[in-house]
């Protein structure tokens, strides 16, 4: 079965990373590593090596906060979609909650979908098999083993009550 995730079909909803400033600490341990590199060559000493397989590997890890154009959670007809997990089909979905969770001195939003049918069962398309190279990076999601699927909703482009509020909307929709 062929489905088409695009933005623009109708009754599709799709929220990207959010272009903005604070993910600058990206490009900055890029450049980082760059030098790190630069001096472990230059010097021959393994310290420098360190420091730079340190921050090249942070780097790589949250290079997914700078693919903004790119579509990372969603819903269409067929359910909710999410990068590098799959299509939950709405009927598997028991329900949809937003949360609040107190860290350090600020709160984060956690999206957090419960299903009702094993994951195998839930998923219309399944995309948690990534390429090698995309296998160290940020996922977009966590899942504990209650089957619960959750998702900082901090990154993205929407406020968070806007996302909850959407999906709860067309999980009311379409589940019928």
């Known amino acids: 079965m062929s489905v088409n995730l695009d933005e623009r079909n109708a009754g599709g909803y799709a929220v990207a ?6 993910y600058f600490p990206v490009y900055v341990t ?10 472990a060559w230059i010097t021959g000493t393994a310290y420098w090596l360190v420091l730079a397989v340190a921050t090249a590997a942070f780097t790589y890890y949250n290079i997914p906060l700078l693919e903004t154009g790119r579509p990372t959670i969603g819903a269409n007809q067929y359910g909710i979609f999410i990068q590098a997990f799959g299509l939950l089909r709405w009927r598997a ?7 609040e969770i107190a ?11 419960a299903l009702n049918v094993a ?6 398309a399944d995309w948690r098999k990534q390429p090698a190279y995309r296998s160290l990076m940020r996922l977009p999601w966590r899942m504990d083993h209650n089957g619960l699927v959750r ?22 929709y379409y589940r019928s």
Do not use: C, K, N
């Open 119 to 124: 994951l195998g069962s839930a998923l219309v």
């Open 17 to 22: 990373y959010e272009r903005e400033d604070a």
């Open 30 to 39: 890029a450049a980082l590593a760059a030098i790190f590199f630069t001096t």
């Open 151 to 172: 998702i900082s909703l901090e990154p993205f482009d929407r406020p968070p009550d806007e996302i909850h509020r959407t999906f709860l909307r067309m999980w009311r």
């Open 93 to 99: 979905i028991e329900r949809i909650d937003l949360v």
């Open 103 to 113: 860290e350090r001195a600020m709160t984060v939003h956690e999206l957090q979908i």
